[in-house]
T-cell receptor, first 109, second 110 residues
Framework: DQQVKQNSPSLSVQEGRISILNCDYT??????FLWYKKYPAEGPTFLIS?????DKNEDGRFTVFLNKSAKHLSLHIVPSQPGDSAVYFC????????FGAGTRLTVKP | DTAVSQTPKYLVTQMGNDKSIKCEQN?????MYWYKQDSKKFLKIMFS???????INETVPNRFSPKSPDKAHLNLHINSLELGDSAVYFC?????????FGPGTRLTVL
């Protein structure tokens, strides 16, 4: 029973353009959402988060949007850089943390 | 100066063996976890320990047993390894709602 879903396994964008990574969830009781970034042979690292009482949180080039009515979360990266190439995991918290399967982002120079 | 470390990074072993993965965090966090990343790439929680008490156990077979000698360590012991145990195992600690992951241990059972 996957409560957090990332339906796009991969995404490729050109350097300088916007990257949009999407995440859907099923449990309306989740109170906190996070994005993690993972490079090969490393553990996931925290990127940005948003509380369920907000609809937007921005940190530099990264912005997370939350649409509670649609149970949808998205991460915008602008402008995208080659160093952003990694796997991005969406996570939602209700007590413990539930993760999606990840989206592999490739930013081409 | 690694915050969450795990050893070994790679582990290749035969079916039926018993193995352990060690985890240490130097962040002073109260809660530590073990996650399993399966073949479908989902990160699924296995255990968490808070002040040496197990507070989550997500239908994990009892062949898996977490052992926490102190607040900074949470080791994972696996008995009678099976082929389906092959996966990447991540240790993590948490504070303030955020998880800090170790680099992972890739376990391959032959």
């Amino acid at each position: 029973d996957q409560q957090v879903k990332q339906n796009s396994p991969s995404l490729s964008v050109q350097e300088g353009r916007i990257s949009i990574l999407n995440c859907d969830y099923t449990n309306s009781m989740f109170d906190y959402f996070l994005w993690y970034k993972k490079y090969p042979a490393e553990g996931p690292t925290f990127l940005i988060s948003i509380s369920s009482i907000k609809d937007k949180n921005e940190d530099g080039r990264f912005t997370v949007f939350l649409n509670k009515s649609a149970k949808h979360l998205s991460l915008h990266i602008v402008p995208s850089q080659p160093g952003d190439s990694a796997v991005y995991f969406c996570a939602a918290r209700l007590g413990d943390m539930r993760f999606g399967a990840g989206t592999r982002l490739t930013v081409k120079p | 100066d690694t915050a969450v470390s795990q050893t070994p990074k790679y582990l290749v072993t035969q079916m039926g063996n018993d193995k352990s993965i060690k985890c240490e965090q130097n962040l002073g966090h109260d809660t530590m976890y073990w996650y399993k990343q399966d073949s479908k790439k989902f990160l699924k929680i296995m255990f968490s320990y808070n002040n040496k008490e197990l507070i989550i156990n997500e239908t994990v077979p009892n062949r898996f047993s977490p052992k926490s000698p102190d607040k900074a360590h949470l080791n994972l012991h696996i008995n009678s390894l099976e082929l389906g145990d092959s996966a990447v195992y991540f240790c993590a600690s948490s504070q303030g709602g955020r998880l800090f992951f170790g680099p992972g241990t890739r376990l391959t059972v032959l």
